[in-house]
C-alpha cells in the first residue's frame, strides 16, 4: 500500500534507539524527509547513516534533550513545519511512590505531558494551514492498565492522553489527526529497565521477573520495534484521517479487556 505520504517531512523524538527508531526507518521508506532528535550523538548520527542508507531520504540529526525549552527550540528549528509529529521521551524510573518527591513528579510531568503537548502546540497550527497533519504520541501501554511499579509514568501519561482527546477533535475537520500509541512488551532498553526495578522490588532474578512477564502475554513473545514503526507510518498515512484521539495498543494482546 502507498501510503500517500512521500516527500512530507516528519519530526520523530527520542528517535536513536528503540521505538522512536523503528518510528523514523518505517517512515523513511515511505519517503517521508525525517528529522530525528536524541540526547546521545554517537548513537544518533549512527542511526541517521543508516536511514539515509536504506530509505535514501534527507534526514537531520538533532542531539538535543527534547523535555528542555532549549532542545524543543533545536528541533524546531531544524523542522520547523512538520507534516508529522512524533512524540516520544523515554519514561520515568519505576519505585515505589514514598519516595517520590514533587521534584520527581515535575520531571515526569515535563517529558511525558508537556514536552509533546508543547511541540503539538508549536506544530499544529501550521498542519491546519496546510490541511495535513498527522501527530502520534507513544505512550504506554500502562495507561490502559497501569502498572504499580510506574506511578510517574501512569499519571504523566494519562493526563496526556486526556488532553489528547479533547485537542484531536477540534482538529480533524482540517485533516489533523492526534493519535496515541500504547506499546506493552517490546525488546528496548526501557522495558529491560523496568523488569529489572520488578525483580529488585520482588526479590527475584531478572531472569525470573522476564519470563513470567512474557508469560502473560497471548502472542508468546516480546514485541519487535519495527512492529510499533510500521503501525506508527500507517496511522500517519493519508488513509487515516478518518482516525482521530484513539489510543492504539501493541500489546500482543496482554491487556484482557473488551474496551
Known amino acids: ?86 512524540n516520544n521521551a523515554g519514561g520515568p524510573p519505576p519505585g515505589d511512590f514514598r519516595d517520590w518527591t514533587r521534584d520527581d513528579w515535575i520531571k515526569a510531568l515535563d517529558a511525558n505531558m508537556l514536552t509533546p503537548i508543547e511541540l503539538i502546540k508549536a506544530s499544529v497550527d501550521g498542519m491546519i494551514a496546510r490541511r495535513f497533519g498527522r501527530i502520534v504520541n507513544i505512550t504506554s501501554g500502562a495507561v490502559k492498565a497501569p502498572i504499580d511499579v510506574l506511578g510517574l509514568s501512569n499519571g504523566a501519561r494519562a493526563g496526556l492522553t486526556g488532553f489528547v482527546a479533547g485537542l484531536a477533535r477540534k482538529t480533524v475537520r482540517h485533516n489533523v489527526t492526534i493519535n496515541n500509541l500504547l506499546p506493552g ?65 501493541l500489546d500482543g494482546g496482554a491487556y484482557p479487556g473488551t474496551f
Request: proline content about 3%; overall charge neutral; hydrophobic content about 55%.
Open 1 to 86: 500500500m502507498d501510503l500517500g505520504i512521500a516527500g512530507k517531512t516528519a519530526l520523530v523524538c527520542a528517535a536513536s534507539k528503540g521505538l522512536g527508531r523503528a518510528c523514523a526507518f518505517a517512515l523513511a521508506r515511505e519517503g517521508v524527509a525525517v528529522t530525528i532528535v536524541a540526547r546521545g550523538r554517537d548513537a544518533l548520527d549512527a542511526t541517521a547513516a543508516e536511514i539515509r542508507a536504506a530509505a535514501g531520504v534527507a534526514v537531520i540529526a538533532v542531539a538535543a534533550d527534547i523535555t528542555t525549552p532549549a532542545g524543543r527550540a533545536a528541533a524546531l528549528a531544524a523542522c520547523p513545519q512538520p507534516d508529522i509529529l512524533v
Open 185 to 249: 512488551f517490546f525488546d528496548t532498553d526501557r522495558i529491560r529497565a523496568v523488569i529489572g526495578g520488578q525483580a529488585k522490588a520482588q526479590g527475584v532474578a531478572y531472569e525470573e521477573a522476564l519470563a513470567a512477564r512474557v508469560a502473560t502475554i497471548p502472542a508468546g513473545r516480546i514485541g519487535d520495534a519495527a512492529e510499533l514503526g510500521a503501525t506508527c507510518a500507517w496511522l500517519c498515512s493519508a488513509q487515516a484521517g478518518f482516525i482521530t484521539g484513539q489510543n492504539w495498543l
